[in-house]
């Protein structure tokens, strides 16, 4: 039994060493556009954590070959991962007061507005933004965002109908740009009237990039947000939004370089929600513009979606 027992932590060992090397050369190729490589690429930040867990138990079960092919596993996914959890952001100007941003995809199904209220209490937040907004939260509202009276939502899908939306609430008055609701894709925008420092907000909830669809495509998608990003615009842009994607994979990466946005550090992923923050994909994402420097982002009190929420914090940054 106890051979048995050996050998199967053998083979486990292996497979976790196979696994991380397989995700972190696929992390460090993601700048390549293709779909298996951007597809493992997403999982960087929770395989990374499998090996730090996996090269613990090998170096308690003396497995030094394995243990060492874990620890080589473990440092490129943290080169790997750099620019998700270390990202560079311009300084924020000296003195500007921030303004706290609040996301959470709610979950159609989700009918705990109590809980989803008190997640949104908790953070404090100067604008709320959710996706997957559906008819019971829309009237729901008021004990949504008791705080937040000036409110932007999408309309209706008029092809699915009771399709959810996404809306915005904010403390500011807030002046409708742009939305859209189609099969698993949202976006709406507003321009947020701060007092003396306005920004354009935009959300968003892109599909998942599997199964392989030529419908319904993530990339597809992503374009449209791009033209949305180049309709001229006197005020910094924000963007946050459920992507279904991380920042170490090709779509967002490429999103970032040609839309010159910086995005908020996701070390600590938010979805699924029933798994610890380290075993947790970063899909929950945000993204500033010129003009703008995201100061910290952190993951709210969960809402009863199969999603976390997050909160980020905003202010003008310092022109070069």
Not at 96 to 122: G, L, M
Not at 203 to 211: E, F, G, K
Request: charged letters at 15%.
């Amino acid at each position: 039994m106890k051979k048995v027992l050996s050998s199967l932590a053998n083979w486990a060992l292996w497979g976790a060493v196979a696994l991380g090397l397989v995700v972190a050369i696929c992390t460090l190729a993601a700048a390549i556009d293709e779909r298996v490589i951007d597809f493992f690429a997403q999982f960087g930040a929770p395989t990374l954590s499998l090996c730090v867990l996996a090269l613990a138990l090998a170096l308690v079960l003396r497995r030094w070959k394995p243990a060492a092919g874990l620890a080589v596993a473990a440092a490129v996914l943290l080169l790997a991962l750099r620019g998700q959890w270390f990202p560079a952001h311009a300084p924020a100007l000296a003195g500007a007061p921030p303004a706290r941003i609040y996301f959470a995809n709610i979950w159609n199904e989700n009918r705990d507005i109590a809980r989803a209220a008190r997640s949104v209490s908790d953070a404090h937040p100067d604008v709320a933004a959710m996706v997957e907004f559906s008819d019971p939260h829309r009237a729901a509202q008021s004990v949504l965002f008791p705080a937040l009276p000036y409110r932007v939502l999408s309309p209706g899908n008029p092809i699915y109908a009771g399709q959810p939306g996404a809306v915005i609430a904010s403390r500011w008055p807030l002046q409708p740009l742009v939305s859209g609701v189609t099969w698993n894709f949202n976006i709406l925008a507003a321009r947020v009237e701060r007092p003396g420092a306005p920004f354009r907000l935009i959300v968003v909830h892109l599909t998942r990039p599997w199964p392989f669809r030529k419908s319904s495509n993530q990339a597809d998608q992503i374009r449209r947000l791009e033209a949305a990003l180049a309709t001229p615009s006197d005020v910094p842009t924000v963007v946050v939004g459920d992507f279904n994607a991380t920042t170490s994979g090709a779509r967002l990466k490429s999103l970032m370089m040609y839309e010159s946005l910086t995005p908020a550090p996701a070390v600590i992923g938010d979805w699924p929600s029933a798994l610890p923050g380290p075993f947790r994909i970063g899909i929950e994402n945000a993204f500033a513009g010129p003009g703008l420097s995201i100061l910290s982002r952190r993951i709210a009190e969960p809402t009863g979606s199969d999603h976390r929420p997050i909160v980020l914090e905003i202010a003008p940054a310092k022109r070069p």
